[in-house]
């Protein structure tokens, strides 16, 4: 494997930050508005900010003939089925558990790449993952007995990192030729229709004015990390392996657990502490090439 690149490196810690400071948002944002009403205004913000700067960028919103059904596809695995999801998962289980289930997606696309496509690993990306792995089951052991008690959150937490492991094969399978910062608006504007009518059908017309901090959790999700964070993120999978790509990704419930440390006031606990050692060994493995001989 090549270096990764000091600006891909850049991009993946903005990223890293972005998704996971954004992460005890949503129990902020959730605390006061339901989950169909919140990602519905998410993903209107999203919408709005991408187009504004896919305008000043004089870039195309052209699709590429023939590109519809897997752009289509994309969007249900990455933003509709990931947004709604996740945001279930928030309301069963803490915060940051909840993005260490979703954050499974690394271990999903080893699998999917291996039993689907036949990507063999090298022994040093195996070894990454298998790390990764191991930081992700240790912050997952203390709240076992808690997830049997919320299965649902347990459910939902997979089901975002099993979708998204999807949709990162089917972005990175697929060439977009002239599309740049279009495939992530398209994504956001397909997912918006079925989630407003969601949000219509199940929570009704609002009832009444969320606080000034719900909302600004809501619309600053929708600008910065819905928008902005996943259109780094599409970069990152054009330029990096899907397992790379992947497993970069891991960091981020790190980020989301000392974030709800600080913002939350959740303690941490020793194996948090082990797991965050762990995950920096993995991504070390999984981004800096080895030495040549």
């Not at 305008?55 to 590109?67: D, L, N, W």
């Not at 606990?269 to 920096?280: E, F, G, N, P």
Request: proline fraction near 6%; aromatic fraction near 10%; charged fraction near 5%.
């Amino acid at each position: 494997m090549t270096r990764v690149s000091p600006k891909v490196l850049a991009l993946l810690g903005a990223l890293t930050l972005v998704w996971g400071t954004n992460w005890p948002l949503f129990r902020i944002a959730l605390d006061e508005l339901p989950v169909l009403t919140f990602r519905t205004i998410v993903l209107a913000t999203g919408t709005v900010m991408l187009a504004a700067i896919v305008a000043i960028r004089r870039e195309s919103f052209a699709v590429p003939k023939g590109k519809w059904p897997a752009l289509i596809a994309a969007s249900a695995m990455n933003i509709l089925i990931w947004n709604i999801a996740t945001s279930l998962a928030v309301l069963y289980i803490p915060s940051g558990h909840a993005s260490v289930l979703a954050y499974t997606m690394p271990l999903w696309v080893a699998l999917i790449g291996l039993v689907v496509f036949g990507q063999r690993l090298t022994g040093r990306l195996l070894a990454a993952i298998l790390i990764g792995a191991a930081a992700v089951a240790t912050l997952m052991a203390p709240n076992f007995h808690g997830y049997a008690q919320a299965p649902a959150g347990l459910f939902w937490g997979l089901l975002a990192g099993f979708c998204w492991a999807v949709g990162t094969f089917i972005v990175k399978r697929t060439s977009w030729p002239g599309m740049g910062l279009s495939l992530t608006f398209w994504q956001v504007v397909l997912s918006l229709p079925p989630v407003a009518l969601g949000a219509l059908l199940i929570d009704g017309l609002p009832t009444y004015w969320p606080s000034a901090k719900a909302l600004s959790a809501t619309l600053y999700t929708g600008a910065i990390p819905m928008a902005l964070g996943t259109a780094t993120w599409f970069a990152l999978v054009k330029l990096l392996p899907a397992q790379v790509a992947a497993l970069s990704s891991i960091a981020i419930p790190i980020v989301a657990i000392v974030s709800g440390i600080l913002i939350l006031h959740e303690p941490l606990s020793a194996l948090q502490a082990v797991a965050i050692a762990s995950t920096v060994i993995s991504l070390w493995l999984a981004l800096m090439p080895a030495r040549q001989r």
